[in-house]
């Protein structure tokens, strides 16, 4: 069974978003106004600069939206597995040294929207940030799968 766990979204990251649909509606309005002023005649050059802000404000507003409902977690067989909009990957649940509370940090990975969360230390030095909505439920579910892959310890004869 494989369970989604979605990040929370923090306000800081909701007002950034935002932000940037206002500037973005901001930036469409002057330079449609700048285009269909009376006192200037009509220039095609000006449409097309139009055009491609237009198009390059709609692909920043998709790729925005993408990261807002595509940000979750899935603890699934041996792996954990992430996405951040495009951002995408797993780690194996063997090489998982630590799982700790933590703040937002400035090295690894971090597909979270949030700045409290989780620091998962795996492999050699390596780090992941998370932010699960239901942390204990998620850290508990990862622990869970942890222990069930975990080899018992050799016995010596």
Do not use: Q
């Not at 097309?48 to 237009?54: E, K």
């Not at 439920?137 to 004869?157: G, S």
């Amino acid at each position: 069974m494989r369970i989604r766990y979605y990040s929370k979204k923090d306000r800081f990251f909701k007002m950034l978003f935002v932000f940037l649909a206002i500037l973005g509606i901001v930036s469409l309005t002057i330079l449609f106004t700048s285009l269909f002023t009376e006192s200037r005649p009509f220039h095609l050059p000006t449409l097309i600069i139009c055009l491609i802000s237009l198009l390059m404000l709609l692909l920043i507003a998709i790729l925005c939206i993408d990261v807002w409902k595509n940000t979750y977690y899935i603890i699934r067989d041996n792996d954990l597995y992430y996405r951040m909009g495009m951002l995408k990957g797993s780690i194996a649940l063997e090489e998982v040294h630590s799982i700790l509370p933590s703040e937002y940090r400035t090295s690894g990975i971090r597909p979270a929207l949030a700045w409290n969360g989780i620091l998962i230390r795996y492999g050699t030095d390596r780090k992941l940030f998370l932010s699960p909505k239901e942390e204990s439920l998620f850290v508990a579910a990862l622990n869970e799968k942890i222990k069930k892959n975990t080899p018992p310890p050799p016995t010596h004869k």
